[in-house]
């Protein structure tokens, strides 16, 4: 059996994507809509206090296309709180008048693949700052699943330990070289969700994410091994841009 590759494991991760059913929001009287809104900017009150407190992190984006309007990514220190707040939102005016699209569970994950340091790497500031993130408020943000392929020539999991540390030293290779132009949130969902990681990126130049997964899909790590689920990308959110899109 070839080697487990061990994990690092940080905050719980829900990426809850929703689509509004304008013809709702349209019916509801300018009181009721106002209200809504109130409601919403309270919870995105709430969710900055936590993440100034460091007790969790989130990311507020529209998302462009059919796939969904728009996203709301949390980071939490347990899955349970995830369900709080996914319950809040569910009990909320707003999304009485939103459709789920996607969702996606998952939880912040490093691999030992290219060394883990000398001590408990949780106490380590650099870990932790990663998997602990406060996720930016770039420009755009990018979302898809993807899986590492188990076909019977190419099984990722069969391969020797020695040999994925090389093509995960290849990836990180090219990886850096977005540095400072793309941050790259990476989620494992194996047991939690319908593919084996969440891949979340930010970057102020949305091309900068084509550049990225177009080059990747060249190195053997993605070329060889790689699979990948919808792709949804989309604009940063705030208080008065959310307020600009429900204008009707
Ligand atoms: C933005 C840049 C960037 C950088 C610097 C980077 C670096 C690294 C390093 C150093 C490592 C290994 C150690 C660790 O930290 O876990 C990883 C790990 C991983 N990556 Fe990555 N990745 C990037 C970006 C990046 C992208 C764009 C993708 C999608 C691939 C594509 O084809 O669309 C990706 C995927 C992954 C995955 C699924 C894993 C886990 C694989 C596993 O088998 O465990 N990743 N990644």
Redesign the pocket.
Known sequence: MAEA?E?LDGWYCLHDFRTVDWSLWKALSDHEKEEAIQEFNSFLTQWELIEQNREGSYAFYSILGQKADFVIMSLRPTMDELNELETAFNKSKLAEVTVPAYSYVSVV??????GSGEGDPYAHPRVRA?LYPVLPKTGYFCF?P?D?KRDQSDN?YMLPMEN?REL??S??L??????G????I?T?SVGFDDW??G?T?FADDALQFKK??YE??F?E??ARF?E?GPFYVGSLLDEEKFMKMLAV
């Not at 132009?181 to 790259?184: D, F, L, V």
Request: charged residues 25%; aromatic residues 14%.
């Open positions: 590759a994990t994950e490093l691999s030992n693949y290219l990663r898809y993807m590492k990722w994925r995960m030293k990836h990180g090219i990886g850096r070289r977005y540095a132009k793309i941050t790259q990476i494992g084996e990681w891949v990126l990225i997964v990747m899909r190195d790590a993605s790689g990948f």
